[in-house]
Structures are given as C-alpha cells and as structure tokens.
C-alpha cells in the first residue's frame, strides 16, 4: 500500500521569499511518479510538476522544483520568490508507474499563506 | 487544460435521495477516477475505472456505485444520500502510460440535507 505523508498543515512566506513544502512518500514499488498539486481558494485542483522514480534530476517547473531524495522517500516542493498568488493548499501525490492500478494516493494538505 | 466536465457543479439534496454526478472527458483517457475532499482528510478515492465497464473500489466506497459505459464518461451514484457524503466530488482523469498524471474536473459541491 501507499502511503503519503505532509506534515505541516499550515505554513507562512514572506513575498519574495523561498518556501519548501514536504512529503514523505511509503511504497513498495520500484518505479512510481510523484507530483504536486495547488488548490487554490476557488476550489480547482491544478497540476504543478512531475519527479519520476528513476529519473537523476530534480524536476523543476518554473518558480517550482522538486527535491527528490529517493533513499528518504522525500518529495518536498520548492517554490522561489514566493508571490501571493501563491496562497493555496498543496497536495502531493504517488502513482506507481508499472503494474499496480495506477491509483494516485494523495496527501493530506498543506495550506500556504504568502504574507505582503 | 485538459477536457474534464462535471456536472452538476452544486448540488443541495435531501437525505434518503438518490444523486448522480457526471464526470465527462474528452481526452479519451482509459483511468477515470472519483474522489471526495473533506476538510483534514485530503482527497480520498471512492472508486476508479481502468476502461470501459470496468471499475473497482477505493478507499471510501461504501454507499457508492459507479458505472462506465463509454470511454468518456464515469458517472458516481450515491443510492440513499446521507449527511455523511456531503463533500467535494472530484473527477480525475489520467493515460495508462507516459507519466500518469492526473487532471481534474472542477468539482462538484454536493450537500445532504
């Protein structure tokens, strides 16, 4: 089974300023797909970025990147220059990438605030 | 983005009655997934669809039913409402290959009373 895990439920950001979200991921898969998601306040859930399993480098998606650490099973998202747009929830989520049933298992949440 | 529509996007219904909601795609997609976000518990899987008259369940089940007659539409039935199910209903879809994202509907607002 899978299991994500975020464990800070509500976090703070000076505008401007970096900010990195964690997620602890549990899975017996050998390949999987790991990816963050943002809610914003009107309710859309919108896809941010991609790690794959196997893949060597961080994923990175503009102002957003991926800390991949394979051997902790961490996925924490980076978000740069923090603007107040991005006030929203963020999820991550695991698919395996062969076999299973591709079912993507999502985390609990964690709210974003960026502060003027 | 990616063509998911689900309808109705509110819904207020009364305990006992049946509901359905739509999930309708035009990415011909083969997984189409349901799930429900509630306050502190993230978005939970009701049930998913792997193709065509093919479905299994999730975690959150019971008091649920799906069907999946066509590639482009998944529709969940709630067979007797109760006010447990009032919730957020997301309909998610991804590909079997490449990196298995999955885009979303819009959500639908659904609310037993």
């Known amino acids: 089974a899978q299991k994500i895990t975020q464990t800070q439920p509500g976090m703070f950001v000076q505008e401007k300023e970096a900010v990195t979200l964690d997620c602890t991921y549990d899975?017996?898969?050998?390949?999987?797909?790991l990816f963050w998601y943002k809610q914003p306040s009107s309710g859309e859930m919108i896809f941010l970025i991609y790690?794959?399993?196997?893949?060597?480098q961080n994923a990175t998606e503009g102002r957003y990147s991926l800390n991949f650490q394979k051997a902790r099973k961490s996925a924490n998202l980076v978000i740069s220059a923090s603007q107040l747009g991005d006030s929203a929830m963020y999820f991550c989520a695991m698919v395996p990438k062969w076999g299973g049933s591709y079912i993507p298992t999502f985390g609990r949440g964690t709210s974003l605030i960026v502060h003027p | 983005d990616a063509g998911i529509t689900q309808s109705p996007r509110h819904k207020v219904t009364e305990t006992g009655t049946p509901v359905t909601l739509r999930c309708h795609q035009t990415?011909?997609?083969?997984?189409m997934y349901w799930y429900r976000q509630d306050p502190g518990h993230g978005l939970r899987l009701i049930h998913y669809?792997?193709?065509?008259?093919?479905?299994d369940k999730g975690e959150v089940s019971d008091g649920y039913s799906v069907s999946r007659s066509k590639t482009e539409d998944f529709l969940l039935t709630l067979e007797s409402a109760t006010s447990s199910q009032t919730s957020v209903y997301f309909c998610?879809?991804?590909?079997?290959?490449?990196?298995?994202?999955?885009?979303f509907g819009q959500g639908t607002r659904l609310t037993v009373v």
């Open positions: 899975t017996s898969d050998q390949s999987y797909g």
């Open positions: 669809s792997y193709g065509v008259k093919d479905t």
């Open positions: 990415e011909n997609h083969r997984y």
């Open positions: 790690q794959g399993s196997y893949d060597e």
């Open positions: 998610a879809i991804s590909e079997s290959d490449r990196d298995r994202v999955a885009f």
